[in-house]
């Protein structure tokens, strides 16, 4: 019976100052709705991230021989294409294997003569590094077997040398090699010229190497491992298999992009804290109003309190009835926020691209409950301590 009583006290005294106890509440609700926007916004931001990293292929483990200036290297240390057939036949957790060249060649277009990497690959680039064909297609296997003098242009490249004309099917002449052009690709996330493809490059099948260049030997070697966690593994493998084929002096520089998806997710991770931390802190402004208006509450209300001390009331009721508007002002507040939060995400989604999503943790609504309930009983406990101390005799007299 007492704790119904405290609790009809409680919602009385909220009810007579709704004004007074909703602007209270405004900075729980903004409060408890950044932490789960932040953290709503922390997730696609690392989704993102991590999608555009992996974009660039997946579970890629990549070789080439580094030249420092220091040690010479002799054609024992290229890596060939032997190398990468031992890659996928004695490494048991490669899937798929490819190998580049690239030369830097000229192009005659509109009667100015262009620079253009030529970059010779071998069956399995396509999958591994997860280039799209935008028109035409990409090389068969009679293509790679016959080294056929076809080609396929970068997007930028083809509206370079064919500004109003398709593309496919035409013939593009490279230094003194002519080519059929039978594609046109880009890649699925843009490297910005990091690999070895640039904003005007054409691809090759990897035979016509060796007649132009009079050389087979491979640049870049990618090897994909069956999952992410193999990706370790193989990177160790793959360097110790060529280690023991060429010269024990020989340096290659074997990596995944497991570092970078590691980086990425500690950034975000670090950004998500941060933003909490913002979060947190308006939601300790708003327990500070909370505790301000509280004590205003406590002053106006001392001739009531000391009246119910005088009938019988005991500290303890007064002390639970006082945290309890705080916890109510505090909890409905949390409430409203997330809903208003989680209503975001919903609401914006019809504008999103086909395929986006924005994902709500529902760790992070437990979350901002969770805190800002604690803020509120953290700062409506002075409040509340004080009016259960007061005095009946006092507080009577209390004008």
Request: charged share 20%; with cysteine.
């Amino acid at each position: 019976m007492m704790n119904s009583q405290v609790w009809k006290d409680a919602l009385d005294a909220l009810r007579a100052n709704k004004v007074r106890a909703f602007l209270t509440m405004l900075g729980v609700v903004i409060g408890s709705g950044c932490i789960v926007l932040v953290v709503t916004v922390a997730l696609v931001g690392r989704s993102y991230i991590i999608a555009q990293i992996e974009g660039v292929g997946s579970n890629i483990v990549y070789a080439e021989l580094i030249r420092t200036g220091i040690q010479s290297t002799t054609l024992g240390d290229e890596i060939t294409l032997s190398d990468m057939e031992a890659v996928r036949d004695d490494i048991p957790n490669v899937t798929k294997v490819a190998a580049t060249h690239d030369v830097q060649m000229t192009i005659v277009a509109g009667g100015v003569e262009r620079p253009v990497t030529l970059v010779a690959v071998t069956e399995g680039f396509q999958a591994i590094r997860n280039l799209l064909v935008v028109r035409g297609r990409y090389f068969d296997s009679d293509d790679m077997a016959s080294a056929s003098k076809v080609c396929l242009l970068t997007e930028q490249l083809a509206r370079t040398v064919f500004p109003r004309a398709d593309p496919v099917g035409q013939d593009i002449r490279v230094g003194e090699l002519r080519f059929t052009v039978i594609g046109v690709f880009r890649e699925r996330v843009a490297t910005f010229g990091q690999s070895e493809i640039a904003s005007e490059s054409m691809l090759v099948p990897f035979g016509l190497l060796k007649g132009y260049a009079g050389t087979d030997r491979v640049k870049v070697l990618y090897a994909q491992a069956v999952n992410p966690d193999a990706v370790p593994r193989v990177t160790r493998e793959v360097r110790q298999l060529l280690l023991g084929r060429h010269r024990a002096t020989a340096v290659y520089n074997v990596q995944n992009l497991t570092a970078i998806l590691e980086v990425a997710r500690n950034i975000s991770l670090a950004l998500t804290a941060i933003l909490l931390g913002v979060g947190s802190v308006t939601l300790l402004v708003s327990g500070v109003g909370i505790m301000n208006i509280m004590l205003v509450t406590v002053t106006q209300r001392t001739r009531e309190i000391g009246l119910r001390k005088a009938i019988g009331a005991r500290n303890r009721e007064i002390l639970f009835q006082f945290l309890l508007e705080a916890l109510i002002i505090s909890g409905t507040g949390a409430i409203l926020g997330i809903l208003i939060a989680a209503s975001i995400p919903i609401l914006v989604r019809p504008l999103l691209p086909p395929g986006v999503t924005i994902p709500i943790s529902g760790l992070s609504m437990v979350f901002a409950f969770g805190v800002s309930c604690l803020t509120g009983f953290i700062f409506g406990y002075l409040p509340a301590n004080r009016a259960a101390k007061l005095q009946p005799t006092e507080a009577l007299r209390y004008e």
